[in-house]
């Protein structure tokens, strides 16, 4: 991290922080810990309103706390489940919830969830304890964490949502949301706000009902019907989602994402894709002529890994595709991931074994 020249305090402060860091044995990423430890001495610099402090002072120590709780499972994929916390056990919701995280669970994969009762607590009951994480809130007139997360001491307690919904995000390759209240329903459109934007790599989301269920066609419908008409959202939108009654149906959508697409990473306007097996030349060139629209100058093509991947050892013992992606169209690359997976070529599908990252 760079000192200021024009601020010789702040810089004496970086130094002094430098040291401290040196001296508390911290030999990685330095820059990151200074930067954290300046922010913190410039907020009380600032004259920052007491309440503003106790607000970063929580947030930084929840975040904390949850990175702790992921670390030991970093190599896992995990998904995460949403639903309500009111739904009751004879449910056939909370029997849905239960199987398909038990499907997941049979397939290698970690369930997340909210830590609370009701589909939180089937979906912790159907992956098992010891495939099941929680981040929970601390509200009031909550229940406290289920017994299935609890006792397993799986579990991170959260004052504030938004740090939660972060955690509740961040680690997770696939979500299935379930039906639910206002909770549920801002988890889903924080997914889909993230999605659209391009501000999160995609993943495969499902909107899970019970078996006849209709909740998920009445988001629909008002999606056709309002949302879409007006314009503030595209006719495509939705098709990135996955609605269905079927618990092999979720289980499949979210494995098969990762079928052959890997990861992928972003430099400027250029998008490498990775694979996990290598196409053939026919197999590039159809994808290339399908997807034409999405590159608005040259083609897709195969690449070596590229200088910055090399350098950062980034996936590089994979396959990857390289393409000029027109940005603004972001939320077609779940089309192109799809496409990826269909190939002939492609494994069949399996759970991940590494975590998936890109820049």
């Not at 760079?2 to 002094?16: A, Q």
């Not at 309440?51 to 947030?59: H, Q, R, V």
């Not at 200088?307 to 996936?315: L, N």
């Not at 994979?318 to 991931?337: C, E, K, S």
């Amino acid at each position: 991290m760079s000192t200021s020249s024009t601020d010789p305090v702040r810089g004496h402060i970086t130094d002094d922080l430098r040291t401290l860091i040196a001296d508390a044995g911290i030999a990685e990423n330095e820059d990151l810990i200074a930067r954290i430890l300046v922010t913190g001495v410039a907020l009380g610099r600032d004259d920052t309103d007491r309440l503003d402090l106790k607000i970063t002072s929580a947030a930084l120590s929840e975040m904390r706390a949850a990175f702790r709780l992921f670390a030991p499972h970093r190599a896992a994929p995990k998904v995460t489940i949403f639903g309500s916390a009111r739904t009751r056990p004879d449910d056939a919701l909370y029997r849905a919830a239960a199987d398909v995280a038990r499907a997941l669970a049979e397939r290698g994969w970690m369930v997340v969830t909210g830590a609370g009762p009701g589909i939180m607590q089937a979906a912790a009951e159907g992956a098992g304890p010891d495939n099941s994480l929680g981040v929970s809130i601390r509200l009031p007139f909550e229940e406290k964490p289920n017994a299935v997360i609890a006792e397993a001491d799986r579990v991170v307690a959260m004052k504030y949502f938004f740090t939660r919904k972060l955690m509740l995000v961040k680690e997770s390759r696939g979500f299935v949301c379930v039906p639910g209240g206002f909770g549920t329903l801002d988890e889903l459109f924080e997914l889909l706000t993230l999605q659209q934007t391009g501000k999160a790599e995609p993943t495969p989301i499902v909107l899970l009902d019970a078996p006849g269920g209709t909740f998920w066609q009445g988001l629909q419908r008002f999606a056709d019907e309002q949302l879409i008409p007006s314009g503030v959202i595209s006719a495509d939108d939705f098709d990135r989602v996955l609605m269905t009654d079927s618990v092999e149906a979720a289980a499949s959508e979210i494995t098969g994402f990762w079928r052959n697409y890997d990861s992928l990473r972003w430099f400027g306007s250029r998008l490498v894709l990775r694979l996990c097996a290598p196409p053939t030349d026919a197999e590039v060139a159809g994808l290339a002529d399908r997807f034409a629209d999405l590159v608005p100058t040259g083609r897709i093509e195969r690449t070596d890994p590229l200088p910055a991947e090399v350098r950062d050892d980034d996936r590089i013992e994979l396959p990857r595709l390289v393409m000029t992606f027109d940005r603004h169209r972001v939320g077609d690359l779940h089309q192109l991931i799809r496409a990826v997976n269909e190939f002939a070529s492609a494994p069949p599908a399996s759970p991940p074994e590494e975590p998936r990252s890109g820049s």
